[in-house]
């Protein structure tokens, strides 16, 4: 293997926790920190590209396996580097249903997602251009998202686990109160869109029975007096005909409802039972699963999420292929920071045609690792950042205390049902609960 400026010469993993509050969902409860894992590719000729994916000890350890075979590949040659790492882990090769765990555990998608980041990075750094650019163009300088609501037990995670500060104004202060009630919930919503000009709303879902949820969102619509896009996600865990009794009352009222049962053939038999927009990031979670998607008609928006979907260019592809079957596009989220938050900002300023305003757990997370602090998310959108690359560079302090903390909290994964259990006891993850 011939070394050039563009080999790789190492590989830095630091993994991270970042204070996150208890929200509630489908599984359980947000324990008091969120794992993530901070991956750094620094070439021969020292260009350094970074990148984020969820944390966990397994996906870690994988990564540090698979290094030796990775330096000296070339980072503008990234089908190289899929190709090894996909050999590495055979039997991962192109995931779990999703559908079927609470939350993604697939290790190749992952790996591949943080090694494709960070190498589009240094393409970026190395020709003086931004990701968007080599994703095909910047088509828009404002990435619009979404304010992601929650049911919340009362406190702000990290190291306070569930005090509260009683001298927090505005969001911060929505953002440790307890959020449980109609109006705790209402609370929140008109916090996060004066906080952050949200122009739609969705409500994470799955935790209460169905009547409370859906007299939740309701009282929601109303109280943005009907005008704001709004989605709802039960995460699946309603029987068919508990989603067919409930998405008739949502009927002309949400912009789309979200995995309301699980699996393709239910979400295509409630469909046909109920004409309301259907979204998933549940029952096609793959490039595998979009045969059985096209063929029943499971969901009419898709919803990507770049370190599921193995990057930022597959990310782009699945785009297209939605484009050709008349399906919508939008992203998931899960409780990232500025780096992740970044390759989704590339992703939606490189769309041809945006779709729906992505999601996103950002002002869950009160820390960053990026130089310069959270990216402002500004009128409901994020800015491009103007440098090469992705933009954003790790603050070197920050990291190191973020590194800190996962060394301090004990957790190298995420479990929600264990963190539920401490609270009752009876608490057990189903994949139907109404």
């Given at each position: ?28 409860v947000?324990?008091?920190f ?11 000729g ?9 944390g ?5 350890e ?21 190709r090894?790492?996909a050999s ?11 559908g079927?765990?609470?939350?993604d ?18 393409m ?10 080599l994703l ?15 049911y ?10 569930y005090?509260l ?25 008109v916090?996060?869109?004066?906080a952050?000009?949200y ?6 879902g799955g935790?209460f ?5 859906v ?16 989605r ?60 059985g998607?096209l063929q ?16 930022l260019?597959?990310?782009m ?18 409780s ?6 970044a ?39 994020v ?16 990291l190191q ?11 190298t ?16 993850i ?5």
């Open positions: 293997m011939t070394k050039t400026s563009h080999s790789i010469k190492d590989i830095i993993v630091t993994p991270i926790a970042v204070g996150d509050p208890p929200l509630l969902n489908c599984v359980g947000h324990a008091p969120a794992l993530r894992i901070i991956l750094e590719v620094i070439t021969e020292g260009v350094t590209g970074i990148s984020e994916i969820p966990n000890k397994e996906t870690e994988a990564i540090l396996r698979i290094k030796p075979e990775l330096i000296g590949l070339d980072v503008f040659q990234p089908n190289h580097i899929l090894t790492v590495t882990f055979p039997d991962q090769s192109d995931g779990e249903n999703r079927g765990a609470p939350w555990q697939r290790i190749v998608v992952h790996i591949f997602s943080a090694l494709e980041v960070a190498c589009l990075d240094i970026g750094k190395e020709l003086n251009c931004r990701v968007s650019d095909g163009g910047t088509m828009r300088e404002q990435v619009p998202f979404a304010a992601y609501l929650f919340k037990f009362k406190g702000a995670g990290g190291q306070f686990g005090e500060d009683s001298n927090a104004t505005g969001w911060d202060k929505a953002r440790q109160a307890e959020a449980t009630s109609t109006s705790g919930i209402i609370d929140q919503a916090a996060m869109c004066e952050f000009g122009k739609s709303i969705k409500l994470k935790f029975p169905p009547d409370k949820e007299e939740d969102t309701l009282a929601i619509h109303k109280a943005f007096d009907g005008t704001m896009p709004l709802y996600d039960p995460n699946a865990v309603w029987s068919l005909e508990t989603g067919i009794k409930w998405a008739k009352v949502f009927k002309g009222k949400l912009e789309y409802l979200e995995d309301p049962v699980r699996g393709q053939k239910n979400m295509a038999l409630l469909k046909k039972e109920v004409n309301i927009p259907l979204a998933t990031n549940m029952c096609t979670t793959s490039f595998k699963d979009l045969p998607s029943v008609h499971s969901e009419d928006i898709i919803l990507s999420d770049h370190h599921f979907w193995g990057g260019r597959s990310t592809e699945l785009y297209k292929i939605c484009k050709t079957f008349g399906r919508g596009f939008s992203m998931h989220s899960n990232h920071l500025g780096i992740s938050m390759g989704m900002v590339h992703i939606g300023a490189a769309l041809p045609v945006f779709d729906h305003e992505f999601d996103t757990h950002y002002p869950w997370q009160n820390e960053d690792v990026i130089v310069g602090g959270k990216l402002k998310v500004e009128e409901g959108c800015t491009l950042p103007t440098g090469p690359g992705l933009g954003v560079e790790i603050d070197r302090i920050q205390k973020l590194h800190q903390n996962y060394l301090d909290c004990g957790l994964r995420r479990d929600d049902e264990a963190e539920m259990q401490k609270l009752d006891p009876n608490w057990k189903v994949d139907t609960r109404y």
